[in-house]
């Protein structure tokens, strides 16, 4: 149903309306609390009052069931209120329906009837957009009293206001309870889709991570989805997986149906177009950096050998002419093409993007702002090594960890300033505050005058001066560093992070965390140069990172020695460029098995076509990364109370996967869980 205009004349009368009939139902209570569950009618509705519905008419709607709680008896009054609320809040009438909740709220009621009302305010909240809100009002499991559908209505609102935060593991537990409490296939077959797709979202060491050793139906899910990503590229790989993961589980809930679903989804992403077009600048001054690029795409081709047949790769050098973007673009379909990757710059990137309508899809590397070139094609998906998206993971990490307050030393000039601006952006977002930032140039003797004034030092020196001039005379005194900060957004290359860190020490902030991206590292291990750098953490590609591509980074290497070395991420890059194509030729790309676990990151696509990459994380130890785990945010139960703890997955601990709420909650079970006795005439009013 499309929402009114808040115009329209029913919502200009109904304030005057509903607070005439509340005050005829002055006296009336809500529904008497009960000794223990009993059969539940169904729905009370007005005939006239579903027909103006069915009409296009909700105005009319709530003006019936308004006039009908007059006189109805309690428990059918109560019944034909909160319809009406649900009419409000669908129709995006939320003052309205405020008032009306308040109303009910305000006289005395009994259990049942607070969490009908808490329903109703949850999904107020949601309609408002405020999911920590809507939690809150859903913290207590549903009463004893509560009919299934109630129940159903609580577990689908807190999965619903858990994925609104990004929560995604919540969200699929929520609806594993769900699961028990179904009885409809279909609805239960869309519930199971829906964890799959939750769990999806969780990058590959976060799933592996979080796997429960003691939960079977959560775990079954998780290694499900994990067979999904490993499997996505061979089908018939997958259906032999899926055939030994179900004789491991024979009592996990999982419908035939979804597993089917799931397998189809794999089969329909695992098929590589037939020929590939790449437009790459393989001369001019770039020409080393596509070449790396190719490099990657053709390990990745070589790669494919449960791929029958391999996608055909034909290469077109675009040299430093962006303008040729448009016609190089159109040869590859003459000749063939039926997806084309590239091109490289933004310029040439902003030049296809200006042609308008694209035939055949494209996989640009590299981001455009949608100033650039007006209304982007739909065709035209743009993948990037963006150093914005890892500012802003640097951001999200720290805050996750629960710190909020920062500091920052970056370098002069635009690209410095760019990167801190979208650090400092998300950063604010989140609720975190920066206390001060600094800039330092390109001479390496002025570096040490920037840690003294970010750590505050000057001020701590003046203090001593001072201090001596009452005394007359020389006291010991060490120099004291400011202690707001909690850590420090360090951007910086290897030359001069290897300087900063000991800076760092030297000034009595050995303690400080320092966070920063990809670029304080090298891509390669260098042990005596950078055991200056012990302790900083950053993220990075899981290609140089993570065990799983050593194979392939190390067959890389041997093949391409010294372009592997200069560009070891391009070639992460060019890798996953090619990999994506399966997944962008789907119908939908975002759906069961993303995000996709690539060389480059954890990527993921969003509304505009863009795809974002997840870094793994890693923190200097006796001048070698070592891979950290990621730290997973806690939901918020809270609108505006500021950054809430993280689950116990931090730096230095174990997984863990506490219970959204815990003690004993009606439906849910280890398995799937037994229905009450009376679950078939149960229908309940929600």
Known sequence: MTPLPRSTALFRIPQLLILLVLAALAGCAGQPPREAPAP????????????????GDPQGAVQLYLQAAETAPPERALDYRLQAADILIEYDELEQARLLLDDIAARPT???????LDLRRAALALAGDDPAAALAQLEQAPPETASLEQQRRHHRLRATAYARQNHHLESARERIWLDGLLEDAAEREANQQAIIEALSRLNPRALEMLRPAGDPVLGGWMELVQLARRHQAAPAALDQALGDWRLRNPRHPVLTATLER?????????????????????????????EAIRNGLLAAHYSLDTVDPRPRLRFYDIGEEPGRAWSLYQQAIREGAEFVIGPLSKESVAELARAGHLEVPVLALNWIPDTDAGELPANLFQFSLAPEDEARQVAERAFHSGMTRALALVPEGTWGERVFTAFLERWETLGGELLEVQYYGREARGLSDQVRTLLNLDASQSRRTRLVRLLGRQVEFEPRRRQDAEFVFLLARPETARLLRPLFRFHHASDLPLYSTSHCFTGHI????????????????????????EPLRATTERLWPEATRQYPRLHAFGHDALHLLAWLSAPNPGGLTGPHAGASGTLSLDAAGRIHR???????????????????????????????PPLPLKDESDAATPDPYPGPRPGGGALRAPLPAAAGTETGQP
């Not at 539940?40 to 027909?51: C, F, G, M």
């Not at 009994?110 to 009908?116: G, H, N, Q």
């Open 526 to 549: 260098e042990r005596d140069r950078d055991q200056d750098m012990n302790d900083i953490r950053f993220c990075d590609a899981p290609w140089l990172l993570e065990p799983a591509f």
């Open 110 to 116: 009994d259990p049942l009837t607070r969490f009908r």
């Open 614 to 644: 997840e870094l793994a994380w890693a923190r200097f130890q006796g001048g070698v990364p070592v891979t950290l785990p990621p730290v997973i945010p806690a939901p918020a139960t809270e609108a505006g109370t500021g950054p809430t």
């Open 40 to 55: 539940v009618a169904a729905p009370v509705t007005l005939p006239a009052a579903e027909a103006r519905l069915a009409a």
């Open 262 to 290: 799931l397998q189809a989804q794999v089969a329909e992403r695992g098929r590589y177009p037939g020929q590939v077009g790449v437009i790459l600048p393989l001369s001019g001054r770039l020409g080393e950096a596509g």
